[in-house]
């Protein structure tokens, strides 16, 4: 079991950046896919972006790709998810996922996601 907690959220004016991070305990970190996704009151929990055991492959929801950047360190345990250019609709609860890695396509939906740490909040000022 992994267990995972988010932090780097806050408040920033749209165009601006955050950087969120996700730490994880547990068993060993590199044998785990880690997406990011985010939800807003009412609606469904959407996928973000995620990234393959060893950090060489990522996948990215259209809607950010370009501005958002999805890394991890896994000697430091900890994934990471750089948003540039920031708008106002993007704000939302940030949550970071982990399953194990099976070395093949990355997963999108949030019930391929079997491990969550408890969110972070996003607000982007207009």
């Known amino acids: 079991q992994v267990q995972l907690v988010e932090s780097g959220g806050g408040l920033v004016q749209a165009g601006g950046s955050l950087r969120l991070s996700c730490a994880a305990s547990g068993r060993p970190f590199s044998a785990y896919d880690i997406g990011w996704f985010r939800q807003t009151p009412g609606k469904e929990r959407e996928f973000v972006a995620a990234?393959?055991?060893?950090?060489?492959?990522?996948i990215y929801a259209d809607s950010v790709r370009g501005r958002f950047t999805i890394s991890r360190d896994n000697i430091k345990n900890t994934a990471f998810l750089q948003m540039n250019s920031l708008k106002a609709e993007e704000t939302a609860v940030y949550y970071c996922?982990?399953?194990?890695?099976?070395?093949?396509?990355?997963?999108?939906?949030?019930?391929?996601?079997?491990?969550w740490g408890q969110g972070t909040q996003v607000t982007v000022s207009s």
């Open positions: 990234i393959g055991w060893s950090g060489r492959a990522t």
């Open positions: 996922a982990a399953h194990w890695s099976t070395g093949q396509v990355l997963a999108v939906t949030v019930g391929s996601y079997d491990y």
